[in-house]
């Protein structure tokens, strides 16, 4: 597990392989079945295979293009994502285990906020009361993987971890 943890990069641009059924329905699993805040569950997905949708959605997001390419998206719904601090950490917590269930498959993976969150669900079809936060593009990767995480790199744990106080 910690591997996949090391390894994983986002990935933004996708083969046109398409992802089998099965790994598709274990990637949901991995965010139906994760935990979060008393249990509440605050999360739909919206799974998305269809190419035009894809391609709408990536113009939900100023960040959001390599939704055109991806072989699925899975858009996060949530009631009531800003007056509660857990939902925002019960989505992240959700993404990434199907990021990460997904990369156990050798299938990249990237999140897009989806800032205009009202086209996109008009889009989807998601009733009134919901809001639409993000999107994750899965597919193949079609560049190296082996690279080293963004400009930057990580922070070291000189300066972030902090044993038993700051
Ligand atoms: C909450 C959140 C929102 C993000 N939104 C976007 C986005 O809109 N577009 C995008 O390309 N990447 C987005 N990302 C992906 C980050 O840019 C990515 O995780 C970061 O660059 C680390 O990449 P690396 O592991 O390859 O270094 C988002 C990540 C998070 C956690």
Redesign the pocket.
């Known amino acids: 597990m910690f591997d996949l943890i090391r390894s994983?990069?986002?990935?933004?641009q996708f083969t046109s392989d398409p992802i089998p059924d099965e790994i598709a329905h274990t990637i949901l699993e991995a965010g139906r079945l994760s935990g979060s805040a008393k249990n509440q569950q605050p999360w739909h997905f919206v799974a998305v295979r269809d190419r035009e949708t894809l391609r709408a959605l990536s113009e939900c997001?100023?960040?959001?293009?390599?939704m055109a390419g991806a072989a699925l998206g899975v858009v996060l719904v949530t009631e009531d994502p800003y007056h509660r601090l857990t939902v925002?950490f019960d989505l992240?917590r959700a993404?990434q285990n199907m990021m990460l269930t997904a990369w156990s498959h050798g299938i990249g993976s990237?999140?897009?906020?989806?800032?205009e969150s009202t086209k996109a669900g008009d889009l989807l079809g998601v009733p009134a009361g919901y809001a639409v936060c993000?999107g994750i593009s899965f597919g193949y990767p079609a560049v190296d993987t082996d690279?080293?995480?963004?400009t930057g790199?990580?922070r070291g744990a000189e300066d972030v971890v902090h044993w038993e106080g700051w």
């Not at 997001?61 to 390599?66: C, K, L, P, V």
């Not at 690279?147 to 963004?150: E, H, I, V």
Request: glycine content about 14%; overall charge positive.
């Open positions: 994983k990069r986002a990935i933004r997001g100023a960040y959001a293009g390599h925002p992240g993404t990237v999140m897009a906020t989806l800032y993000w690279r080293p995480p963004r790199g990580r």
